[in-house]
């Protein structure tokens, strides 16, 4: 099915630990996102793209990398993790003039 | 800073009534509007897409307008089902691409 997929779907990190987080989408989709999801605080952009290549800060950009190397695959790096990156997050692409589609998520627990 | 603010945070109704969720936005220069659905534990699901230059859209049971000139939305669901409950979210696309999320309206219909 066409889509977003988000690898992986839990993971459990000690803190200073790294991770990457992958993003995948088959829709030839232009731009990509990245959101976190925290308790009474809404959706929040952490870094996106606009294009293969190009990469740019978000709201919470602190703490997080991002690579776009192809056009599919958007990645979110965690070079030292911290508790307060306890979050569910978010892949999301779209086309210029369309929606966003969302992956299903990724739950991270720093401990 | 576009805020975007949902109301109610919470509702309950009886299937079969008819629900009315409100979106509102202090910056009126967005490029679209979407509504999500997003269930407990799972991703966002796109419901609807309205152009700026557009004044609603309909799929379904559900109806959402948008009067951009008084930073308004609202999503009708006609005919509520149990199957409804979940969290509906109100986004607006700046010039950007970047989605602003209101908190949430979390439904629950009982059967």
């Known amino acids: 099915n066409a889509g977003v997929t988000q690898t992986p779907k839990f993971r459990v990190l000690k803190t200073g630990q790294s991770m990457t987080l992958l993003c995948a989408q088959d829709?030839?989709?232009?731009?990509m996102y990245w959101y976190r999801q925290d308790p009474g605080m809404g959706l929040r952009l952490i870094h996106y793209?606009?294009?293969?290549?190009?990469?740019a800060k978000g709201e919470v950009p602190d703490g997080y990398n991002v690579s776009r190397l192809k056009k599919q695959n958007f990645l979110l790096g965690l070079e030292s993790a911290a508790p307060s990156q306890t979050s569910v997050y978010f892949c999301?692409?779209?086309?210029?003039?369309?929606?966003?589609?969302f992956g299903s998520g990724t739950r991270l627990t720093v401990v | 800073k576009q805020e975007v603010t949902q109301i109610p945070a919470a509702l309950s109704v009886p299937e079969g009534e008819n629900l009315v969720l409100n979106c509102s936005f202090t910056?009126?220069?967005?490029?679209?509007l979407q509504w999500f659905r997003q269930d407990p534990g799972k991703g966002l699901t796109s419901l609807l897409l309205?152009?700026?230059?557009?004044r609603e859209q309909t799929s379904g049971r559900l109806n959402a307008s948008l009067d951009k000139s008084s930073g308004r939305s609202t999503l009708y669901i006609a005919a509520s089902q149990p199957g409804d409950s979940a969290t509906y979210l109100c986004?607006?696309?700046?010039?950007?691409?970047?989605?602003?999320f209101g908190a949430g309206t979390q439904v629950v219909v009982t059967p």
């Open positions: 999301a692409s779209r086309l210029l003039t369309d929606g966003y589609t």
């Open positions: 829709m030839n989709h232009e731009y």
């Open positions: 793209s606009v294009g293969e290549g190009t990469t």
């Open positions: 910056d009126s220069a967005i490029y679209n």
């Open positions: 309205i152009q700026s230059s557009q």
């Open positions: 986004a607006v696309t700046d010039s950007w691409g970047k989605l602003q």
